[in-house]
């Protein structure tokens, strides 16, 4: 028999991008509120309003959240796993933060029993809060990501991750070489691609880390298994993006490096694109990569300030990410709140609607997938978490507030109000319920 779950409450996604347009003008805002989403056997089915003496039959698995926002889980684009043992650390750029604290976290995990339960860990903190998607870093090590991908298997997730590729400038126990590298992710893409919800994601650390052989290597393991993911950092920092000039002097420019390389193409995924110019834009929109915006980490490791509106200009693709452990949060709805921040010191405002369609609907997307995720259509599978729209005095009030309205407003831009208030006071502590393919995965309390 199937699996029938109707979960009620005010249902919200971004059908799509709205753009900078005001926030009372903008498309694609599917807000229903007071209506019965349903599930069968994983796969969103339709969506109904609440009437007296109607709804779901006795054969549906019913929840009721009224008065609670149901949306679609959040899709974390960049973020590095072995990285929550060094996340809010002191007073340090990129370069020396690497050094100082990433690099002997990662070293940790060629332990077999720290590289699961930090997986483990991994994935339940991503589930707690809201996030059901991931583009993901492990480390070097082939156990490591064997790990997380078991991890995210076992919880139904769908995951894109891939061990990392650094033969050069990182300490002992980090460095790989390029032919047993090769081997390793051939044999981790046959595992893995594919199993399940998983999918293999060749990953350069950085340019710096790897030898131009290991680019090349990179590139091949894209060319001779298609459908596999890239992804990789580019133009943190300015530090950084002088130290790739010297590495690279044939390159015209950090992210020409990946270029020359054949690194460049729809499925790549590239952290950060703070410091890029025209020429660089325009590469990625004819390549069809995609940039993850970074804002929590730009901001506490003062690399920069992400222009969003010059990727809109040119056209490309932009995701949303935490980068924890530079990041200082999981929760997507504090990295939305800071992204707002970062746009607002460049002279823009980032609407609700663009920042949640940037972090659900666009990032699917951008990675192939909107299809499966980041929306709450049908055929969709039920990748989706349950939020109060307020919890403490503060936020009860402001929400009471936003919802009274105010006079001449339009109802689209009073939704607008209630739901910026949502995103920029909320965090983990609203979040009730996270649902993985119609699963509960995670429940508050």
Request: hydrophobic share 45%; charged share 20%.
């Amino acid at each position: 028999m199937s699996q029938r779950l109707a979960l009620f409450g005010d249902l919200l996604d971004i059908e799509v991008d709205p753009g900078f347009a005001a926030p009372g003008d903008a498309a694609g805002v599917r807000y229903r509120p007071d209506h019965w989403l349903l599930v069968e056997d994983g796969r969103i089915v339709g969506a109904e309003p609440a009437r007296a003496g109607s709804g779901p039959d006795a054969s549906w698995q019913r929840v009721d959240h009224a008065g609670r926002l149901i949306a679609p889980g959040f899709i974390d684009t960049h973020v590095h796993c072995p990285q929550l043992d060094v996340i809010a650390s002191y007073g340090t750029a990129l370069l020396e933060w690497l050094n100082t604290y990433t690099f002997p976290a990662e070293l940790r995990y060629a332990d077999p029993l720290v590289a699961a339960s930090g997986a483990e860990r991994f994935v339940d903190a991503l589930l707690a809060h809201g996030t059901t998607s991931a583009v993901v870093f492990p480390t070097v090590h082939k156990g490591a990501t064997e790990a997380l991908f078991t991890s995210a298997r076992a919880r139904g997730m769908r995951l894109v991750a891939g061990k990392v590729l650094m033969d050069r400038h990182a300490p002992d126990g980090l460095r790989d070489d390029v032919l047993q590298a090769e081997r390793d992710c051939a044999d981790l893409i046959a595992r893995w691609h594919g199993n399940g919800r998983l999918s293999y994601a060749v990953t350069v650390r950085f340019a710096a880390t790897s030898t131009p052989e290991q680019l090349a290597m990179a590139s091949r393991l894209c060319r001779e298994h298609p459908g596999v993911y890239m992804q990789t950092h580019v133009a943190e920092n300015t530090d950084e993006v002088r130290w790739i000039a010297e590495l690279f002097p044939e390159a015209r420019s950090y992210l020409d490096v990946y270029h020359r390389h054949g690194l460049l193409h729809e499925r790549a995924v590239l952290a950060h694109g703070i410091w890029l110019d025209d020429t660089d834009r325009a590469l990625l929109r004819d390549t069809g990569a995609q940039i993850a915006f970074c804002p929590s980490s730009n901001l506490f490791l003062g690399s920069g300030l992400f222009d969003w509106q010059a990727a809109v200009d040119t056209g490309y693709r932009v995701s949303m990410a935490s980068d924890v452990g530079g990041g200082t949060s999981l929760s997507m709805l504090r990295t939305l709140a800071d992204a707002y921040k970062v746009q607002a010191l460049r002279g823009v405002k980032l609407s609700a609607w663009k920042a949640l369609h940037a972090a659900t609907r666009g990032a699917a997307e951008a990675l192939g997938l909107a299809h499966e995720i980041g929306q709450l259509g049908a055929g969709a599978l039920a990748d989706l978490a349950v939020w109060d729209w307020a919890v403490g005095p503060v936020a009860t009030h402001r929400d009471a507030v936003a919802r009274r309205g105010r006079a001449g407003v339009s109802p689209l831009a009073a939704l607008h109000e209630r739901v910026f208030a949502w995103m920029t006071l909320g965090d983990e502590r609203n979040l009730v319920a996270t649902y993985v393919a119609g699963s509960c995965r995670h429940e508050r309390g």
